[in-house]
């Protein structure tokens, strides 16, 4: 049995404020429930907000990563070149050393005996 039902033995005047002191009631808690509905609205806007912040500093980093790996392949590979032409002047540097030692050793008179005579 509803507030009406009850209020049936009162004049219109009570049965009238008794209806609106109910529809006050549920005014306000619709109201509540608005204004929380808007708060958590409010809160997810921030949080996704926070999110979106996150994810795309993630990727800024993340593509600042890739550019510093990127160019240090590409001074290894400038590396690997210089490498090579160390290694071909180190060599050409031991073959000098011992064309030197050899014609050193010749120039002093020293023979390197191999077992064959030559007949001038």
């Known amino acids: 049995m509803g507030m009406t039902g009850t209020m049936r033995g009162y004049g219109s ?3 009238f404020k008794a209806e609106a002191a109910g529809h006050r009631m549920k005014d306000r808690m619709l109201e509540k429930r608005l204004d929380r ?3 958590e609205a409010e809160r997810l806007r921030l949080e996704n907000q926070l999110l979106r912040d996150e994810v ?6 993340h593509h600042r990563i890739l550019d510093l790996l990127e160019e240090r392949m590409e001074h290894e590979d400038e590396k690997e070149h210089s490498h090579k032409g160390r290694w071909m002047l180190f060599l050409l540097a031991l073959g000098g050393g011992g064309y030197a ?3 050193r050793m010749r ?14």
């Open 13 to 15: 005047a009570a049965r």
């Open 107 to 120: 120039d002093d008179g020293t023979t390197w005996d191999t077992g064959s005579s030559a007949t001038a």
């Open 37 to 39: 509905s808007s708060q």
């Open 56 to 61: 795309e500093e993630s990727r800024t980093e």
């Open 101 to 103: 030692l050899i014609r």
